[in-house]
């Protein structure tokens, strides 16, 4: 693997670590609070119609134009590429107008959740040209712009117009900073276009990922072919996206309307923060899956070593959700916090609970970004089509039977069900092709966890059971918690990492 491109992947991670969570955790969060459960949810509902099929403004395009610019330093068939984002892009607002019509949406934030959809869909076309041209410097800062120019709009508008975010006219800002954010990368990426065209073309590229081919020549076959790769990778990149966003509108229409969307998006923009991590570490393995495979060698250390790297990370935060997850909906959103010995641990109140099941589908689905990344690396769109689409089927049927009785807590239930699902049988699919070799090893492992996991909780029963919980103040209380998931992440670790690390030490050669 080249400096370079390791280099752009540290870049890429160092920025978005340091916008993103930014973004969620204080923007988004301080708009959800002024706004209230209500408005936000209707912000939320249109935000994620809007992400329902935006596969439709990529279809691969993007790893097409990154590939004919390192290869050849130009788009060589740019009136082909622009004709099929134009169809494309027209065919994506005629889904979201249909969907809109029906599910009577208000036709101005629906626009404007468009607008900045198409927009982040040409910047990403801009990025994919910087990647082929090398300029990955470039590349980190635009791939971070706009959500930093949203963050200085929205923390000015906090600043300077406290009630800024209020009722309908409160979401026309909170998207029109997006927009703005967006206007802003996209004239920065037109100027670097126009002016950085210094390339540094390496001999071969390394790590090279596609899961669409496109040929130089203009021929039929060829055109078909790769068009027949288009569709399959629409197709699972669109189920995908319908079954993990379309919660919010089917909370609107059977689970109680937008307040109770604006609730559930409490606790799922806290998991989006969370899923920064394994879907920035997909981003890293899917080339280094790709080289092993080019050039026949086996991945089951890269396998093994990103099962366990996620296994433990996720665990370790759905732990610490379920110790504390009301303390931290509390200190977030200031919601009221319920008595603590009522709700611990089986009797949480109910945002807890729904924080806490979403939580838990981080763990299926941060084991997809290794699992399925792995699948997507040896090319079997077509298989993973059909999984989505079956787990597109079980995710919706469920919201249909749980939504009317549990409320948003079905909902997070059904997401768990649907994620465990998916992320299960690609693991399958990579035992049973003999890709990965599930050891005894493993299995001591991951049961290990799971009974420091259940003493942990046990013991912290007990102990704060058996005291009153008038005598208990709120920090001691947090402090007891927040050591009880610290003893679980270092003995969780050792086991799954630093015992490895230190037997590989210890056989060293002397000298």
Same mark, same amino acid.
């Given at each position: 693997?080249?400096?370079?491109?390791?280099?752009?992947?540290?870049?890429?991670?160092?920025?978005?670590?340091?916008?993103?969570?930014?973004?969620?955790?204080?923007?988004?969060?301080?708009?959800?609070?002024?706004?209230?459960?209500?408005?936000?949810?209707?912000?939320?509902?249109?935000?994620?119609?809007?992400?329902?099929?935006?596969?439709?403004?990529?279809?691969?395009?993007?790893?097409?134009?990154?590939?004919?610019?390192?290869?050849?330093?130009?788009?060589?068939?740019?009136?082909?590429?622009?004709?099929?984002?134009?169809?494309?892009?027209?065919?994506?607002?005629?889904?979201?107008?249909? !969907?809109? &019509?029906?599910?009577?949406?208000?036709?101005?934030?629906?626009? @404007?959740? =468009?607008?900045?959809? *198409? +927009?982040?869909? !040409?910047? &990403?076309?801009?990025?994919?040209?910087?990647?082929?041209?090398? @300029?990955? =410097?470039?590349?980190? *800062? +635009?791939?971070?712009?706009?959500?930093?120019?949203?963050?200085?709009?929205?923390?000015?508008?906090?600043?300077?117009?406290?009630?800024?975010?209020?009722?309908?006219?409160?979401?026309?800002?909170?998207?029109?900073?997006?927009s703005t954010g967006y206007v802003v990368a996209l004239i920065f990426g037109g100027y670097l276009l126009r002016f950085r065209k210094k390339m540094v073309k390496p001999d071969h590229m390394e790590g090279e990922v596609s899961s669409i081919s496109v040929s130089d020549s203009p021929d039929s076959s060829e055109l078909k072919t790769w068009l027949k790769g288009v569709f399959w990778f629409m197709a699972m990149a669109l189920s995908m996206s319908i079954f993990t966003r379309i919660d919010a509108l089917m909370i609107r229409n059977l689970g109680g309307g937008y307040e109770a969307a604006g609730d559930y998006a409490k606790s799922y923009r806290l998991l989006d923060a969370a899923l920064i991590f394994s879907t920035l570490l997909s981003t890293q393995l899917l080339p280094m899956f790709s080289q092993k495979l080019a050039k026949g060698d086996s991945n089951h250390g890269l396998l093994s070593g990103g099962f366990r790297l996620v296994f433990w990370v996720s665990t370790s935060a759905f732990l610490f959700v379920f110790l504390l997850g009301n303390d931290i909906l509390q200190e977030l959103y200031h919601e009221e916090s319920a008595s603590f010995i009522s709700r611990?641990?089986?009797?949480?109140?109910?945002?807890?609970?729904?924080?806490?099941?979403?939580?838990?589908?981080?763990?299926?689905?941060?084991?997809?970004?290794?699992?399925?990344?792995?699948?997507?690396?040896?090319?079997?769109?077509?298989?993973?089509?059909?999984?989505?689409?079956?787990?597109?089927?079980?995710?919706?049927?469920?919201?249909?039977?749980?939504?009317?009785?549990?409320?948003?807590?079905?909902?997070?239930?059904?997401?768990?069900?649907?994620?465990?699902?998916?992320?299960?049988?690609?693991?399958?699919?990579?035992?049973?092709?003999?890709?990965?070799?599930?050891?005894?090893?493993?299995?001591?492992?991951?049961?290990m966890v799971m009974v420091l996991a259940t003493v942990v909780i046990v013991s912290l029963w007990m102990y704060i059971d058996g005291i009153t919980s008038s005598l208990i103040e709120t920090s001691v209380r947090r402090g007891v918690l927040f050591v009880g998931w610290l003893i679980f992440v270092t003995g969780s670790g050792y086991i799954f990492f630093f015992k490895d690390l230190r037997r590989k030490w210890l056989a060293r050669p002397v000298g």
């Amino acid at each position: 693997m080249s400096r370079s491109f390791v280099k752009n992947l540290i870049w890429l991670q160092a920025l978005n670590w340091l916008v993103k969570p930014f973004w969620i955790l204080w923007i988004e969060r301080t708009v959800q609070n002024q706004l209230g459960s209500q408005w936000y949810g209707t912000y939320f509902v249109h935000f994620n119609v809007g992400l329902l099929f935006a596969v439709l403004l990529d279809a691969g395009l993007n790893s097409y134009v990154s590939r004919e610019v390192a290869q050849k330093g130009e788009l060589a068939h740019w009136k082909r590429f622009l004709y099929l984002r134009l169809t494309l892009g027209g065919l994506y607002i005629l889904a979201i107008l249909a !969907v809109s &019509l029906i599910q009577k949406l208000d036709p101005f934030l629906i626009a @404007l959740v =468009v607008m900045n959809q *198409i +927009l982040a869909s !040409v910047i &990403l076309t801009i990025r994919a040209v910087l990647q082929g041209r090398h @300029l990955f =410097v470039s590349d980190g *800062i +635009l791939s971070v712009l706009d959500r930093l120019v949203a963050v200085i709009i929205c923390g000015f508008l906090f600043w300077g117009m406290s009630d800024s975010f209020q009722g309908f006219k409160g979401i026309q800002w909170f998207l029109l900073s997006q927009s703005t954010g967006y206007v802003v990368a996209l004239i920065f990426g037109g100027y670097l276009l126009r002016f950085r065209k210094k390339m540094v073309k390496p001999d071969h590229m390394e790590g090279e990922v596609s899961s669409i081919s496109v040929s130089d020549s203009p021929d039929s076959s060829e055109l078909k072919t790769w068009l027949k790769g288009v569709f399959w990778f629409m197709a699972m990149a669109l189920s995908m996206s319908i079954f993990t966003r379309i919660d919010a509108l089917m909370i609107r229409n059977l689970g109680g309307g937008y307040e109770a969307a604006g609730d559930y998006a409490k606790s799922y923009r806290l998991l989006d923060a969370a899923l920064i991590f394994s879907t920035l570490l997909s981003t890293q393995l899917l080339p280094m899956f790709s080289q092993k495979l080019a050039k026949g060698d086996s991945n089951h250390g890269l396998l093994s070593g990103g099962f366990r790297l996620v296994f433990w990370v996720s665990t370790s935060a759905f732990l610490f959700v379920f110790l504390l997850g009301n303390d931290i909906l509390q200190e977030l959103y200031h919601e009221e916090s319920a008595s603590f010995i009522s709700r611990f641990p089986l009797h949480l109140s109910y945002s807890h609970w729904v924080f806490s099941l979403l939580m838990a589908a981080f763990i299926p689905m941060s084991l997809v970004h290794i699992f399925g990344t792995y699948i997507t690396a040896l090319g079997k769109m077509k298989w993973l089509t059909y999984l989505s689409v079956i787990t597109m089927g079980l995710n919706i049927s469920l919201n249909y039977i749980l939504l009317p009785t549990w409320g948003i807590a079905g909902a997070a239930f059904s997401c768990l069900l649907s994620q465990m699902l998916f992320s299960g049988m690609c693991f399958l699919y990579i035992l049973r092709h003999k890709h990965f070799s599930w050891t005894w090893k493993h299995v001591r492992m991951v049961f290990m966890v799971m009974v420091l996991a259940t003493v942990v909780i046990v013991s912290l029963w007990m102990y704060i059971d058996g005291i009153t919980s008038s005598l208990i103040e709120t920090s001691v209380r947090r402090g007891v918690l927040f050591v009880g998931w610290l003893i679980f992440v270092t003995g969780s670790g050792y086991i799954f990492f630093f015992k490895d690390l230190r037997r590989k030490w210890l056989a060293r050669p002397v000298g």
